[in-house]
């Protein structure tokens, strides 16, 4: 695959991780610029010999270049503690994203096929209508389905 199909490809991994950072005080669509420049990079330096997906290495370059973006933006405001300096208050704000493979455990293990394709599709920034209609079910019923998946893994992390 080249590096034009890996970035049409991943592009909504970077959608993903930019809603994580949406509190950072930082403009959404320079987020989402940021991030693409960050699969790019990815697709550049990745490595299949190194035993890892693809997806994987490249939401590490993602979070890495965004956790960078936020920390910059902070010092040239003077909002940056000494504690965030060190990286542990940004790191500990971002946590939850490293719960990632945990989730998707999850999802396979504790979820049938149909809960698994709403959540994803909500989870890629579906609405719920639009969910509705590709899966021709009730938005009521895609919003129940996404409250069960959140019940699971939030029981189960």
């Given at each position: 695959?080249?590096?034009?199909?890996?970035?049409?490809?991943?592009?909504?991994?970077?959608?993903?991780?930019?809603?994580?950072?949406?509190?950072?005080?930082?403009?959404?669509q320079?987020?989402?610029?940021e991030?693409?420049?960050?699969?790019?990079?990815?697709?550049?330096?990745?490595?299949?010999?190194?035993?890892?997906?693809?997806?994987?290495?490249?939401s590490?370059?993602?979070?890495?270049?965004?956790?960078?973006?936020?920390?910059?933006?902070?010092?040239?405001?003077?909002?940056?503690?000494?504690?965030?300096?060190?990286?542990?208050?940004?790191?500990?704000?971002?946590?939850?994203?490293?719960?990632?493979?945990v989730?998707?455990?999850?999802?396979?293990?504790?979820?049938?096929?149909?809960?698994?394709?709403?959540?994803?599709?909500?989870?890629?920034g579906?609405?719920?209508?639009?969910?509705?209609?590709?899966?021709?079910?009730?938005?009521?019923?895609?919003?129940?389905?996404?409250?069960?998946?959140?019940?699971?893994?939030?029981?189960?992390?």
């Open positions: 695959m080249n590096e034009l199909e890996l970035l049409e490809k991943h592009k909504n991994l970077v959608k993903i991780i930019v809603r994580g950072f949406k509190n950072s005080g930082i403009n959404e320079d987020l989402f610029q991030g693409l420049i960050a699969l790019f990079k990815a697709t550049q330096t990745f490595d299949p010999g190194e035993k890892v997906k693809f997806e994987t290495y490249a590490r370059v993602i979070k890495n270049r965004l956790i960078d973006l936020v920390r910059r933006e902070k010092e040239s405001t003077g909002m940056l503690s000494d504690q965030a300096t060190t990286g542990a208050t940004i790191e500990d704000q971002w946590g939850i994203i490293e719960k990632s493979a989730i998707k455990q999850i999802l396979d293990k504790g979820c049938t096929q149909i809960e698994k394709a709403i959540f994803n599709s909500y989870a890629r579906m609405s719920y209508d639009e969910i509705s209609k590709i899966f021709d079910i009730s938005k009521k019923k895609v919003d129940n389905t996404i409250q069960k998946v959140r019940n699971k893994i939030r029981g189960s992390i």
